[in-house]
């Protein structure tokens, strides 16, 4: 009964009071304490309830990640905003995101005007992603199944690229699918163990400046059909 009405208290303005407040307290480790008003009217906008399951429906808005099926997660508001933040996303820029799960974060990203192109390991996930991007209206995001170390070169290079889900080691394709000045943003570390949120920016040599920026916990990044 608690869960059920903390969970039915919380909306979208409480949610981005949260996120506030974690971007505050967390500002000395990102160098984000305020985040941007573009992403927090973006946090604002994008209805999360609509990327929930029914039964997590009720907590949507609650600053923490929920399960959607197949051990995935969407990820916890705070997270989707700093990575989003993080990324400098200007309109008109080509994403690749790595981790579609149910195209929460590909919803943001194309609420700021971005092309998205999102590449999803769960081939069911990434169905059903489609086809609530475009029953929403977010008609600049493709969705498609795949293994997400390769990345999309077809489509490269690329403005920024968003991973949502801990790889061992910053995987190659992606860092040579950035355009000289993109930025990747990329939980790194083992599974089931604390990661470290990376910020890469490529240089015009095709060197990568790399920040830790903080200390998150992530599903892994998986290869091949699952």
Wanted: proline content about 8%; charged content about 20%; aromatic content about 4%.
């Amino acid at each position: 009964m608690l869960r059920n009405l903390l969970g039915a208290s919380a909306t979208a303005d409480t949610m981005l009071e949260a996120i506030a407040r974690d971007a505050q307290e967390t500002g000395d480790k990102t160098g984000r304490p305020v985040f941007g008003d573009a992403v927090m009217d973006t946090m604002h906008t994008v209805p999360r309830a609509a990327f929930v399951p029914e039964a997590e429906k009720p907590f949507a808005y609650e600053n923490r990640p929920l399960p959607i099926g197949h051990g995935q997660t969407i990820s916890q508001p705070f997270v989707v905003a700093l990575m989003t933040e993080l990324l400098d996303v200007e309109p008109g820029a080509r994403i690749l995101e790595v981790g579609t799960g149910c195209g929460y974060q590909t919803a943001i990203l194309s609420e700021l005007g971005a092309t998205v192109y999102s590449v999803e390991v769960v081939a069911p996930l990434a169905t059903a992603a489609a086809a609530r991007l475009k029953a929403l209206g977010y008609t600049q995001a493709t969705v498609r199944a795949g293994d997400g170390h390769a990345g999309w070169p077809e489509e490269a290079p690329f403005d920024g690229i968003i991973v949502t889900a801990a790889a061992p080691s910053v995987p190659a394709a992606l860092v040579d699918q950035l355009r000289p000045g993109g930025r990747l943003v990329i939980p790194v570390g083992p599974a089931g163990a604390t990661q470290q949120l990376q910020r890469l920016e490529r240089r015009a040599d095709g060197s990568c400046e790399a920040k830790t920026v903080l200390p998150v916990a992530f599903v892994p990044l998986t290869r091949g059909p699952a």
